[in-house]
């Protein structure tokens, strides 16, 4: 089931139950897509490969590591979650998977599937936040979901050439990038989003600081079943 959740925004001052107007929006499910300009299923890499921090992918896109770790083309054994290749951060990673155009474009619309690596546990935490040139752009995503879970991010009016996910798994998020996750990612699709007047959208949480909590487990590391 397709499912779309709303959240509210909190002010950097502090100001809480304060709805925001959201020009970068997310949801859980896709979304359709007027033109496609870019897809990536890992599916021409071997299993177990180790791609390198940061790599290009044939598919046009970029990934990356900021705060370290390393990344392996996961088979598709279901361990982190697919059935099929995945980008999985090996062995779970203190940093959020960074996702950038080849050529540093922007994004107009961004789908992808996320799973992890605890287990995997189902539901998890995801965690996103979207940057332009370098920088958080201002919004910050929550999710908690089955896996495997659909993601679209598209944007309603602000510029955003990057995003940064996290699964925590069944942890709780605290908003720290460095937080230790273990994410995998599949099947992202990059293109010009069709509008949806009146869809529900989940509306970015501007500025919020969580208490930290402890806790998290780190994911698996490569090597091939045995």
């Not at 690596?117 to 998890?124: E, K, L, Q, V």
């Not at 659909?150 to 699964?167: M, P, Y």
């Not at 798994?169 to 989003?193: C, F, K, T």
Request: net charge negative.
């Amino acid at each position: 089931m397709r499912t779309t959740i709303v959240l509210v925004a909190a002010a950097a001052m502090g100001a809480a139950s304060q709805v925001a107007t959201a020009d970068i929006i997310a949801q859980l499910g896709p979304r359709d897509f007027d033109t496609i300009t870019n897809t990536e299923d890992f599916q021409s890499y071997g299993d177990f490969e180790s791609p390198g921090e940061p790599f290009s992918s044939p598919g046009g896109f970029d990934f990356d590591l900021p705060g370290g770790g390393s990344f392996v083309i996961w088979g598709g054994s279901g361990e982190v979650g697919f059935p099929t290749r995945s980008l999985y951060q090996n062995g779970g990673a203190p940093s959020m998977t960074s996702i950038q155009l080849t050529g540093g474009g922007d994004i107009d619309q961004i789908q992808f599937e996320a799973a992890n690596g605890f287990g995997p546990a189902s539901p998890h935490n995801v965690w996103i936040r979207a940057y332009n040139d370098g920088l958080p752009a201002g919004f910050d995503f929550e999710f908690t979901a089955e896996i495997i879970t659909t993601i679209t991010v598209w944007s309603a009016g602000t510029v955003f050439d990057e995003l940064r996910v996290q699964s925590y798994g069944p942890n709780p998020i605290e908003r720290r990038e460095e937080q230790i996750g273990a994410i995998s990612i599949d099947n992202l699709i990059v293109g010009q989003g069709v509008p949806a007047p009146g869809a529900l959208a989940l509306l970015a949480l501007v500025g919020v600081t969580a208490a930290s909590s402890s806790g998290a487990a780190a994911g698996r590391s490569a090597s091939p079943p045995g």
